[in-house]
C-alpha cells in the first residue's frame, strides 16, 4: 500500500485505533451512472420480448416433428402401463414435446395474447 486512495482509508487508524475517516476527510461516493437510452423497457426490450414470442409460438407450431415425438411417448406410455414399469412411464414423459405448447398457454395467458393460448 502506498497510502493513495480509498483502501489505505480502510487502513488508516485513529488515535484510539479506530478505523473510518479523520476529522475534515470527505467521504467518497460515487458519481450517478448515466442510464443508457433504451436499456430499461425501450427500444432492446422490445426486440427480446419479440423474439420470445417469436420463438414460444415457434415451439408451440404443429409440426411433423411434434406429431411424430407425440406418438412416439404414446407407445412408449402404453407399453410402461402395460408392463407395469415405471422407468418407461417416466422415459415417455421425458421424450414427449409438450413442455412447448405449456410454455405457450402460460405466456399467452400472462401478456394476454391469446393467439399464443389458442
Known sequence: MDGVGPSSRV???DADGQG???P???KTTRAPQKKKPGSKFGFNSRILVHQLVDQISAG???SFDYVSLVTIASILAAVGLATNNVVVIVASML???I???ILAVCFGTFVFDFGLVC
Open 99 to 101: 413442455m412447448g405448447p
Open 60 to 62: 408451440a407450431a404443429l
Open 95 to 97: 421424450v414427449s414435446p
Open 11 to 13: 487502513a488508516e487508524r
Open 24 to 26: 475534515g476527510q470527505a
Open 20 to 22: 473510518g475517516l479523520k
